[in-house]
């Protein structure tokens, strides 16, 4: 799904990780996107200039740090998305609701657990991978 979504969207599979985070957790620095992709700053500059050339995310002032700028996603991007990407989202919401109360809870844990072990063996790669 994430291919194709990248392909209907014009985008690589990092614009579509940025984009993503942009949309789930709202503005953030350049750097904090950077840390979350696993990218160099030299990195992260070249694909928010793409994203912000393209109209998909636009530069903010930061409201307490002058010397940083907040990355934002432009609304208007998920008005357009993809043709389909809107009925996948119905669907996997239709499967969650259908799901048992009692089941939901230990799936929502496993979810998140799963998610947070995924996120600490990357800092580990990351970290191990660092020269020096």
Do not use: K, N
Not at 18 to 36: I, N, Y
Not at 44 to 54: H, Q, Y
Not at 101 to 108: G, N, T, Y
């Amino acid at each position: 799904m994430r291919s194709a979504l990248a392909r209907a969207a014009g985008i690589s599979g990092t614009d579509l990780d940025a984009l993503e985070h942009l949309e789930a957790d709202g503005p953030l620095t350049q750097r904090q996107l950077g840390d979350r992709l696993s990218l160099t700053s030299g990195a992260v500059t070249m694909l928010v200039d793409r994203l912000a050339g393209s109209g998909w995310v636009r530069r903010c002032p930061h409201p307490t740090d002058r010397r940083a700028v907040l990355l934002e996603l432009v609304s208007a991007v998920l008005d357009s998305a993809p043709a389909g990407l809107s009925e996948y989202h119905r669907r996997i919401q239709a499967l969650a609701a259908a799901l048992p109360a009692e089941h939901r809870e230990p799936i929502r844990a496993f979810l998140a657990d799963a998610a947070q072990a995924a996120s600490r063996a990357a800092g580990e790669l990351d970290h191990r991978s660092e020269p020096g």
